[in-house]
């Protein structure tokens, strides 16, 4: 789930085998309506989702006609990704938020946890001062990133996230996730896969930086982003802020 400035992605989305079993685990994409609305609501033509995963989002703006950039440095998961209805009117481009070529784009998203994996400062500056030279003036940047205070890593471990699920064309697979540290705003965690079919066990590594409703203000701000509104996530009520934030015309 690391997609900062390194290339290198978590296991869970760069393992084929994980990639292939993702979406399977995680079938309930409703987080992704309140998105699809701000598309709407902000009347955008153009949208680059940054750590697009296995495309789930992008493809769904693309059957709408949307000009959509899937941006993702797991290889694995694009590859998953272009097997999708409509992936062919969508532009994948594998790699970081630092890498991409010269564009333009009414919308930029990061949906999920994309916004927490840039773990340090300088990660998280450089990856919104290239996602504001990328908006077009008036341009907005929408993600998601949960309230520290809500501690929702309380509840990640076996006992609240297994799941058995029978995958098309692999079979039986248990799955969930154990903290295995917590330092200051950093929060550590395992995913553990058993594959019945042969008894293989992959596990995926992953950390999140759980930032506070200040510092992501005071960072947008300090590249020029001017924060339009902080709503609640509809699936996850007073446990996430979701930021709009708007390009300035005139910027340092």
Same mark, same amino acid.
């Given at each position: 789930m690391n997609r900062g400035i390194s290339l290198m992605?978590?296991?869970? &989305?760069? =393992?084929p085998r994980l990639a292939d079993i993702y979406d399977s685990f995680d079938p309930d994409r409703s987080d992704l309506d309140a998105y699809e609305s701000m598309? =709407?609501? &902000?009347?955008?033509n153009s949208v680059l989702d940054i750590g697009c995963g296995t495309g789930t989002f992008a493809c769904r703006l693309a059957a709408r006609g949307i000009e959509v950039i899937g941006l993702e440095p797991a290889e694995a998961s694009l590859k998953v990704a272009k097997t999708k209805? !409509?992936?062919?009117?969508? $532009? !994948?481009?594998?790699?970081?938020?630092?890498e991409l070529p010269p564009l333009k784009v009414d919308l930029v998203t990061m949906t999920a946890n994309v916004a927490q994996v840039f773990l340090t400062e300088e990660e998280w500056k450089e990856t919104l001062l290239a996602i504001r030279d990328v908006l077009r003036p008036g341009g907005r940047l929408v993600f998601e990133t949960r309230k520290p205070e809500s501690q929702a890593w309380q509840k990640w471990d076996r006992e609240n996230t297994y799941q058995r699920v029978d995958v098309f =064309?692999?079979?039986?697979?248990?799955? !969930?996730?154990?903290?295995?540290?917590?330092?200051?705003?950093l929060v550590f965690f395992r995913w553990t896969y058993v594959f019945e079919n042969d008894g293989a066990i992959i596990t995926s590594d992953s950390t999140l930086r759980f930032r506070s409703l200040k510092e992501i203000t005071k960072s947008l701000r300090e590249v020029g982003l001017s924060v339009e509104d902080v709503r609640e996530?509809?699936? $996850?009520?007073?446990?996430?802020?979701? &930021?709009?934030?708007? $390009?300035q015309t005139d910027v340092y």
């Open positions: 992605a978590d296991e869970i &989305f760069e =393992n598309v =709407n609501e &902000f009347g955008a209805h !409509w992936s062919d009117r969508v $532009r !994948w481009i594998h790699g970081n938020a630092l =064309n692999c079979g039986v697979v248990e799955g !969930w996730v154990d903290v295995t540290d917590v330092q200051d705003s996530a509809p699936d $996850r009520p007073g446990r996430e802020y979701v &930021f709009i934030a708007r $390009r």
